[in-house]
C-alpha cells in the first residue's frame, strides 16, 4: 500500500500551491512566449526594428535600476508581515517611482533618439515610459503573495500577462503596426497584470 500511495502523494506536493514546480513552470511558460514573440517579430520586421525596440527597453531597465528603492524586497522578505498602513506607503512610494521614471523617459526621448539615430522611433521610447508607470500602480498585494509562497498564483498571472503581450504583439506586428508592436504587447501584458493584482490578490 505504501509503495502505491507515496508517488501519488508526492506528485500531489509538485503541484501544491506552494510547490516550487509552479516557479519552473512559470520561468518555462514566460520565457517561451517572449522567445516566439521575438523571433516571430524579428523575422517579420528585420534586426533594425527590433534594434530600436532595444533601445527603448534598454533605458527603461537603466532607470529603474538606478531608482530601486527596495521595498518590495523589504515586503518579501522582512521578519513581520507588512500592515496595511505600511502597504499603502510601498503602493505610494512605488507609484510615485513609476511616474517619475515615466516622466524623465518622456522628457528625454528626444536626445536618446538622436543620440541612437533612432529616425522616427521617438514613439518607441513614449511607448515604453508606460512600463514603469503601469508596473509602480500594480497592488502591492503581489509582494505579498510572493512572501506567503503562493506561486501557483504568481505563475496564473504571470503566464496571462505574457500571453496577453506575445499575442498582442504578434497581431499588431502581422498587420503592419511595425516596431511599436513589442512595445504596445508589452503594455497589454503589463496593464493585464496590474489588474490582476487589484482583482485576485489580497489584501485590496
Known sequence: MRAIRLPALSIASSFGASAATWVLLQQF?????????????????????????????LAVAIAEALSDTGLAQAVIQGEHA???????????????????????????????????HLDGSLVLIQLAALL???????????????????????????????????????TLAYFGAGAASVLIGLVAGETLKSVL????????
Do not use: N
Request: hydrophobic share 55%; net charge positive; proline share 6%.
Open 132 to 170: 514603469p508607470l503601469l508596473r509602480g500602480l500594480a497592488s502591492p498585494a503581489y509582494y505579498v503573495v510572493q512572501r506567503e509562497r503562493r506561486f501557483q498564483h504568481i505563475a496564473g498571472v504571470e503566464v496571462a500577462a505574457a500571453f496577453v503581450d506575445c499575442s498582442v504583439g504578434l
Open 29 to 57: 511558460a514566460v520565457r517561451g512566449l517572449v522567445a516566439i514573440k521575438f523571433l516571430a517579430i524579428g523575422r517579420m520586421l528585420g534586426p533594425a526594428a527590433i534594434g530600436s525596440v532595444s533601445v527603448a527597453l
Open 197 to 204: 493584482t487589484w482583482v485576485t490578490m489580497t489584501p485590496r
Open 82 to 116: 507588512p500592515t496595511r498602513p505600511q502597504l499603502s506607503a510601498v503602493w505610494t512610494t512605488l507609484t510615485a517611482r513609476g511616474v517619475l521614471i515615466s516622466l524623465l523617459l518622456v522628457a528625454s526621448a528626444p536626445l536618446l533618439s538622436s543620440q541612437f
